[in-house]
């Protein structure tokens, strides 16, 4: 018999008298409760604990007490509406209420698990702040998923949707310089700097953007326009700076490269940096950027992200009034990297095969980008990837 029916047949007999509106809770519960055993015993725990959230023993008969005693008072109200049997509420945190990947809705209602010694367990519905893992010394998947949640929240106009899921004190502005957008973020001990990214890099792939210049901020040479854009940012952004407190930098796009220029400047000025992270970052600056660069950066790519490639290690451009001049572009950063399954650490070799991959994949398509690099660019794609390499979840009894 279906779990559907086997539920509409307990109802029927409690409509009829056979069975008490306890005894209807014990026997629904236990019903829910053997149904997801048999679904963790087909799918194994570590399948079910994706597709559900939790073990088995973590799910199974969780019954909204409203809404399920509102399906039957319409027709009993005598009985479900009557005094009820006294009980004591044992109320837990769900430590599952927000997992990586999953959106968490606000105002999500509490679960009761009513149990037949007369105990109500009150699982708590609450949307939590993501856990930054800001103490780690080195690489963190904690730290890479929280910062592109950061980097997705830098494409909003409000940042209110998102204070609660990212621990931001409720009134935190984003920040507007002309055409290019940031924020400074207080995170407890720590802030972050973020940058947002941009639809479109035909702006920035111009010959007049791409041209290297000297900028005594920086090491070396680098790219032009990404250049300019934090220079017309910086003196704004530095007033929001707190002094004394370590500053995490991200961005995605264009704002990874404006992320990967802050961290230089910021240690110039004397300002603790732990790590820059980025996603889908371009290449910013030659091969005296790249000897000179001193903060800890951690460039993630995702698969055929088109991005990650431009502008191109060699470029041959035209600059007035000059002529021909070559310019030699290089990542800076540890290389931190997703293959097409979501997987993260293909590490060089596999980057050095995508390289050759993706430029003859352009001149195959005479320039143009194919549907996939397009779509791997998407922070949206970033998150996933990354999540999916998280743990699954603890969960609590």
Known sequence: M??????????E?????????????DASNSLITDTFKKCEDVLGTEDFRKLFGGASDDLGGLVDRDAFFGSV?????????GPQQSRSEVVLTDKDAHRPGVPMAEGVPDRRQFRSDGTIIVR??????????????????????YLAKVSEAAYRSDLSGVV???????????????EYFGFVA?????VVLAFRGTDSFDNWLADANVAQVSDRAYPGKVHRGFAVALGLMWPGLKERLPAGRPVWVTGHSLGGALATLAGVRLLADG????????????????LDFYAGYRPVNYRVVNNDDLVAHIPLETMILAVRPVGLRQFTYKHVGTLEYL?????????????????????????????????RAVEDHRIANYITAIGSNLPPPETTA
Request: charged share 20%; with cysteine; hydrophobic share 40%.
């Open 339 to 371: 293959d097409r399954h979501g997987k993260l650490g293909g590490g060089m070799s596999g980057w050095d095969a995508k390289k050759d991959f993706i430029l003859t994949g352009l001149a195959r398509a005479g320039g143009t980008p194919w549907p």
């Open 13 to 25: 007999r409690f409509q009829k008298g056979d069975l008490s509106a306890e005894a209807l809770f």
């Open 124 to 145: 708590k519905r609450t949307l939590m702040a993501l856990d930054n893992d800001f103490t780690a010394s080195d690489f963190s998947l904690k730290t890479a998923y």
């Open 271 to 286: 300002y603790d940096v732990p790590a820059v992270y980025t996603f889908g970052c371009p290449r910013v600056g030659d």
């Open 73 to 81: 008072a319409k027709k009993t109200p005598a009985i479900c509406n």
């Open 186 to 190: 207080d995170v407890g001990g720590a």
């Open 164 to 178: 609660v899921e990212l621990g931001f004190p409720p009134e935190t502005p984003v920040l507007m310089f002309g």
């Open 2 to 11: 279906a779990l559907h029916q086997e539920q509409a047949a307990l109802v």
